[in-house]
């Protein structure tokens, strides 16, 4: 999964009048426009040469309105999961920890380290040098889909890409990944707005 340069704080949320389409904007050294809908806020970052973005969020509308219905789908059945609230962080690196040691065995696989920090863009990574970051805001997450996190990065350690040979491992063990998958989706949105 890529890196990710967080939201500024201080970006303003702006609303295009016509279609009511709500955004951040940024200019950075880019050589394409990018639209992002990681946090579940749309992110317009323009290349420094643009006079503004009312082009890109005319050519793009289309994709922006799918997005944010993917998003508001998402939002609503998120209603209907539950967030914990009682597990601590340090709850949290425990379950990793001993959970780890099962899936790297069951894997065969070694980990180097693993590193927990609050992400903006992804639950956890694995980086082809060993290391496992895992997102501190699981902790919200029910146990069976902290299981399934961490087995899906643990897996990567096998398999890189998401590819054939990556679900059928991960299938062995979770046959429900696709709803784990669509669960987290629906779990970001959600726990990016409230946390
Ligand atoms: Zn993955």
Redesign the pocket.
Known sequence: ?DSQKRVDASQQLLTEPETGIQYLLDYRDVIHPRLEFKTGTLQIILPRTYQNEKHTLEKYQRWIRRKENIIKKALEEAKTTNIDLQRTEKDLKHLIQKLAIDYQKELGVNIKRILFRKMKTKWASYSPNGNLTINTLTKYLPESTIQYILY??IT?AVERK?NYRFWQIVARKFPDWQTKEKNLLSHWFLIQKEF
């Open positions: 999964m899906h990065e990567h998401h």
